[in-house]
Every structure is written in C-alpha cells, then in structure tokens.
C-alpha cells in the first residue's frame, strides 16, 4: 500500500487560516504553512508549525499566468524561513466549492515552473501545493527527490477532529454489530473510528479497561506497549485476565522465592493478554503488541503514526516521552490514573481519585503543569523507579492501593473524550480540562492546565519542540 | 499587611501579602501543616467555580478565603 500524504493543523492554526481564505467575498486569497515532516508507518505527515497569511495586494496579488499569485518576495521569505528551520513549506490557496476542490492546470504549471527551485533552496524537506475549498482539501507533495504524491487529508486537530478530505465521500453503512451505537455518531463516525490508530501506554489495570473499550468501541489498530508480566495482583482489575496468565499457582505468596522466579518468567506479558482483551472483543481489530518500555527510542518512534495516544503508564520518564511526542508530532494525547493517597505516620486514606489530563496540539504541556517533576525524574534516572512511582509510601516494596471502580472511572471518562474527539461530534470544551472524580465526597472537579508561554515543548517560542516532528530527536533513555 | 486566611485542600492558611507566587503558596500551606509537597500541582478555584493551574512562578492576586487544590502530581495506572 502507497504512504499516505496528511496535512495536520491545530483548531487555532484552523480557523485562522480559514477566516483568511474564506471572508465571505467568494474571491481567492492566500497563505503558507511551515511543517514539521514526519515519516511514520502510517505514511508522511506534515505537522504546521506556523500558519503565515499572505496580504491581500500586497503578498497575494493578480497572477501573470494564473489568476492570483504569491508574490516572489513572499515565497523568497517564507521559503527561506522554511529551508533555515528545516521545516516543509506549503503553499495554500482558496477556490470555490465546498465539498470538492482540486488542483486547477494553472496550478499545477505554477508548480512545475517554480517548486524545482524550491525544492533546491529547502535542501531537502518537501514542498507542497494545496488548494481549499469550505470542506475539502486536495494538494501535491513534492519530495526531494521530485516525485511527486497527492496530498491526501488535512486533520484539523482540536476538542474535536475535523478530517478534510479532497472529496467527501459516502461511507458504507457500518457493519450490523454497531447499529446501535453508531445512532449517536453516524456510519461516517463508526468508519473514523475503524480507521483510527490508537496506541495504549501502559497496559496495567486503567490500561487493561481502555483495550476493551476501545476495541469494542470499533477502533481499527491498537498498538499496546507494556515491559511487564502478568501478576497475581493484577487479576482482580483486569478485564478478561486469567490466573493462567499470572502463573499463579507458582507466583503466589508463600512459594520459595525460585519458584517465583520461574512462574514470573513463564507469566504472560501483558501486551499478550492486551491483544487477547481486543481480538476478543473486535475481532477485526488489528492489534500491535510492543513488549517494550516507550523511554526507549525505538518503542517511542511507534507512536509517532498515531490519532490518539492513552498515556496509562506509572513513570514520569514515560509521561516525558509521551508528552514530547504529543507536541512535536501534533497527536492528541491523554494522561490517566487514579490514587489512593494515604498518610505515612498513621496509615489513614488521605484522598481517592481518578483523573483524566488531556495534552496536546491545543493544551499547555504536562512540564508546564508541574505533571513532570524534574526531582521526580532524577529519582527515576539513579534507578529507584519505584520509589518515583508510589512517593507516598517510603517503602518502594509496598504496592499502591489500585481498584478496578476507580481505575474504571479515569477509563470509561477518557474513552469518552476519545471518542467524540474522533468522530468528530461537537460539544462544549470540557476536553480540553483536567477531569478528577472523587469518589469519597461525590465530586467531580474539572481544572483549566495552564500553558508557560516560553515552554520549550508546547510554547510559541521559535525553539519549542511543537511541530518539530523528526526535525528533533526525542528525549528517550537512549539518546 | 493586616494578616488573612486562604484555604489550600480545604484547610486555613494564613497569609500577609496579596500578591504571591503559586510556590509561596505551597510553602505557606505547608508551614501551616497541610500534607502537601512543593511539587505538587496547584490549583486556584475562580469566581465561577472552575480551577486554574498555576504555575510555581506565576503570580497571582489573592483575597481573604481564595480557595486552592494541590495534588500530588503522581498516580498509578
């Protein structure tokens, strides 16, 4: 199968352009867009990182060939910004229509006339083409090594997620199974959800309940990463796990300790049981297990591809990771956990919570809302993982209080949010909040996440990691 | 500076100034006792009954009775 060529834009990027391209005057106007690029298995994405609008008379002005044109001036500008920054330039106009546009001839001579030359001064990033009409989309891609893609999708990305297509196209009526559910959302939403890629962070107990919703819920492709086995602990939160899976006649308390060690090392990784939890619940669910820890570079390049990512994962190393993926390849991401907070001097239950935190192309980070401790952090780098992990117990042997009701809370909210985000269903903007439930007084909390204006991942700044896409390595444990 | 009370998790601290950092407020929450640490996230409830993160070195305005959130930054999955 041929790579898929994507455009993706924030909700803010989104509706500046198209205030810009589409005032009402039934004219055409211009702008340019600066991406990040990102080789991923799901094909090439260009991730903007500035959206640049080109003035009416003065940058946008009548063609010598065509109708309208960017001036050379412009194009010099931006396209040197593009070649200094490493970053893909991508010129874009307006036409007439609404739910289909094309490339006109007149387009395409300009490109054959000037995008070689660009292709020289950018020095290897890609050029593009691309023509909007009111809701759809449709563009060339020019690689280095001029040849040339159709710009498949644009994914404007925001509380919801508006794909645009270069035609709208019918999708068939959803197979029989969702009938019921697809009333809320639509065969078109049920078929978004089937082409969705989803990766799961973490396949513990709040992990193991986000595979069998998600896959139930239709998703197409799982990827799951987890470096663990199965535990006899695990059992009674997770969803379709068996005592086989935990090896528990010979991993319980009470065996010699080799014993243990032999049930531990036959136990079944959690991906296994992950990928068993999906395949049985959606049989056409394509599931990629990853028995691997996401600070690794390898593990972290698999979620690079992806429309959503569940962050389920102890370490503040993962939320770091993942956290940086988030902003420098545009995906939407959400941070989940529940605790059970007790007093060290006399063992009394202090708090109970589950929370549900969003980050993101349209959020500030979890560095800017102190989710990343950088103590916590050095904690885990000298290898006392553990200990970062369960800080409100001194001793790391001591397991945190976990329950399958308040991990299912934290689950259930953040598949929601998932799911009306990709099928793309408006609403208000509770999903850009921080949710905490609170099971012992009955509240629900939601919390507006603050943005550092000169965050050096999610910020404006010309030095920020956001869109940077494979222009900027990962902070990873092997780098 | 007349000496008044905000509350963090629901419990009284006393404050003098009325334009403090959200790390002035961690450290005086824990002098008064409440079991907290300074790096946990801090949230302050608004007029309109939402919470705001706020950051260590953000400054903010305070008034008798201003309400706060500080959670542990850490959870488990």
């Given at each position: ?415 929601n949010e998932f799911m009306f985000h990709i099928t793309g269903l408006p609403r208000a903007h509770a999903g850009t909040n921080y949710f905490r439930a609170l099971p012992i007084t009955g509240e629900v909390e939601y919390t507006t996440p603050r943005q550092g204006p ?26 | ?48 009954g939402r919470l705001e993160v706020v950051g260590d070195d953000d400054k903010i305005a305070i008034v008798e009775k201003s309400e706060f959130r500080a959670v542990a930054p850490d959870d488990n999955s």
């Amino acid at each position: 199968m041929s790579p898929t060529y994507e455009l993706r834009v924030t909700e803010t990027q989104w509706r500046r352009l198209y205030d810009h391209l589409f005032p009402g005057d039934d004219d055409e106007h211009g702008a340019a867009i600066l991406a990040g690029v990102a080789h991923t298995t799901n094909g090439v994405r260009l991730i903007a990182r500035d959206v640049i609008l080109a003035q009416d008379g003065v940058d946008y002005v009548p063609g010598r060939r065509g109708y309208r044109m960017l001036t050379a001036d412009f194009v010099q500008e931006v396209s040197d910004r593009a070649a200094e920054e490493g970053l893909a330039y991508i010129a874009v106009h307006c036409h007439g229509g609404t739910t289909g546009v094309g490339l006109s001839s007149a387009d395409r001579a300009s490109q054959e006339r000037g995008y070689p030359a660009l292709l020289d001064i950018l020095g290897g990033q890609p050029v593009v083409g691309a023509v909007f009409a009111v809701a759809s989309a449709a563009g060339d891609v020019w690689l280095p090594d001029r040849s040339r893609h159709p710009l498949d999708r644009v994914v404007v990305s925001g509380t919801t997620r508006l794909l645009i297509t270069p035609n709208l196209r019918d999708v068939d009526t959803c197979e029989g199974d969702y009938t019921r559910q697809a009333l809320l959302f639509g065969d078109r939403g049920q078929e978004l959800l089937r082409r969705a890629t989803v990766v799961v962070v973490g396949c513990g107990g709040i992990g193991s309940i986000l595979v069998e919703l998600l896959a139930r819920l239709g998703v197409g492709h799982l990827i799951v990463i987890d470096d663990d086995v199965v535990e006899p602990t695990n059992l009674p939160r997770w969803v379709g796990a068996r005592r086989l899976d935990a090896m528990e006649w010979l991993t319980r308390d009470g065996r010699p300790a080799w014993v243990r060690r032999i049930g531990r090392r036959f136990a079944r990784p959690k991906v296994n049981v992950a990928a068993r939890i999906a395949k049985r619940a959606n049989k056409r669910c394509e599931v990629t297990r990853i028995n691997g820890d996401v600070s690794h570079e390898d593990v972290a390049r698999t979620l690079t591809g992806a429309d959503y990512i569940f962050l389920a994962a102890d370490s503040f190393r993962a939320r770091l990771v993942v956290n940086a993926v988030a902003f420098q390849y545009g995906i939407p991401a959400v941070q989940l956990g529940a605790k059970v907070a007790v007093r060290k001097a006399d063992g009394a239950i202090t708090d109970v919570f589950s929370v549900v935190r969003p980050f993101g192309p349209e959020t500030g980070c979890l560095w800017c809302n102190n989710l990343i401790p950088p103590t916590r952090l050095a904690e885990e780098a000298v290898g006392v993982e553990q200990a970062g992990r369960q800080r409100y117990v001194d001793d790391p042997d001591v397991a945190a209080p976990s329950v399958v009701t308040i991990n299912s809370v934290a689950a259930s909210h953040a598949v929601n949010e998932f799911m009306f985000h990709i099928t793309g269903l408006p609403r208000a903007h509770a999903g850009t909040n921080y949710f905490r439930a609170l099971p012992i007084t009955g509240e629900v909390e939601y919390t507006t996440p603050r943005q550092g204006p000169e965050c050096s991942e999610c910020g404006d700044i010309r030095a920020s990691r956001r869109g940077r896409a494979d222009g900027r390595t990962l902070p990873t444990t092997d780098r | 500076m007349r000496p008044f009370n905000i509350t963090v998790n629901k419990k009284p601290v006393p404050m003098t100034d009325h334009r403090v950092t959200g790390l002035q407020v961690k450290e005086a929450a824990i002098a008064a006792g409440v079991d907290i640490e300074l790096d946990f996230q801090l949230s302050i409830r608004r007029p309109n009954g939402r919470l705001e993160v706020v950051g260590d070195d953000d400054k903010i305005a305070i008034v008798e009775k201003s309400e706060f959130r500080a959670v542990a930054p850490d959870d488990n999955s």
